[in-house]
């Protein structure tokens, strides 16, 4: 129904900026519900920022103002551009899209029925 591919991702200095990207495979890609996702080890996962079927965001206080998402729905993908990272930074970021229509704040913070697909992962490291 939803496919899912993640990319981006690796290691940077404090300070610096990443990019994630995450191609999704849906029917209407711009009127779907996507978001981001960490889990740092002995962590739970967690939501960090999220995009509307309405284009309403949603970032978690620890991101708000560093993190950016967003969508070019030419290409399917999904973005979130990092900056000012910090060490607790690290962690595997997870993208997750679904075919149905949440707004953002309830796609990330609630939960839905249809939450959907989640890509396989990658490995931000932020170092001192």
């Known amino acids: 129904q939803v496919q899912v591919t993640q990319s981006g991702g690796g290691l940077v200095q404090a300070g610096g900026s990443l990019r994630l990207a995450c191609k999704v495979s849906?029917?209407?890609?711009?009127?779907?519900?996507m978001g981001w996702f960490r889990q740092s080890p002995g962590k739970e996962r967690e939501a960090i920022s999220c995009?509307?079927?309405?284009?309403?965001?949603y970032y978690t206080n620890s991101v708000k103002g560093r993190f950016t998402i967003s969508r070019d729905s030419l290409r399917n993908t999904l973005y979130l551009d990092m900056d000012s990272l910090k060490v607790d930074d690290t962690a595997m970021y997870y993208c997750?899209?679904?075919?149905?229509?949440?707004?953002?704040?309830?796609?990330?913070?609630?939960?839905?029925?249809?939450?959907?697909?989640w890509g396989q992962g990658t490995q931000v490291t932020v170092s001192s």
């Open positions: 997750r899209a679904t075919v149905s229509k949440y707004t953002a704040d309830y796609y990330c913070t609630g939960n839905p029925h249809d939450p959907g697909t």
């Open positions: 995009l509307g079927y309405d284009d309403s965001t």
């Open positions: 849906a029917p209407d890609f711009w009127d779907r519900s």
